[in-house]
């Protein structure tokens, strides 16, 4: 019975945690609740950042998000790191082109509409009654490293098409992920 009683409880709380987890990202959060958290860490699905998912081609991974709450003279400092993924169009070729997401986050959330000083390096936001939402500000942040007009560097461009070509005419020996599968064929036969 004991064990049973245990068993329930760790299932539950477990529960708990990941729901609560999710609506960390999602609900907007008071400026104490920030501070109260201290820090927030996790893995954000592309998926689930429709401003992010509008400007990124399908299938474009997570990003990974660390986030830390310090209070400061009135203000909250958001410190953090986000890292990832994503792919966008390439304009010249519009095959996809690889974005490193590799931002470090400095933000100090005032109560106050206009600009408090903040410190150096730190970024003003405003954070009123209503809160923040810590994933509206990770869209943010993903977009501002998003280009409007990305391209491959030039020896990349156009490269799948070009394998493709290939792929279709004389297949040149070990240029094509199928090369030698002729070879290997008639071994088998
Ligand atoms: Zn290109």
Known sequence: MLAWIFYFDTSSER???????SAIWSTALSRDQLLELRAVSGELPVAELPR???VTVPGSGVISVKLEFTGQDGLVLVDGQLGGQVFVLCQRCLE????EINNTIRLALSEADEAQSVPNDYEAVYAGADGVVLQELVEDEILL??????????????????????????QPESSTPFAGLDELLKKRN
Request: hydrophobic share 40%.
């Open 52 to 54: 992010v998912q509008a």
């Open 96 to 99: 996809p082109v690889a974005l």
């Open 15 to 21: 529960h708990y945690y990941s729901a609560l987890m």
């Open 145 to 170: 490293s998003v280009p409007l007009s990305a391209r491959h560097r030039s020896d990349q461009c156009g490269a799948l098409a070009r394998q493709l070509k290939d792929m279709g005419t004389s």
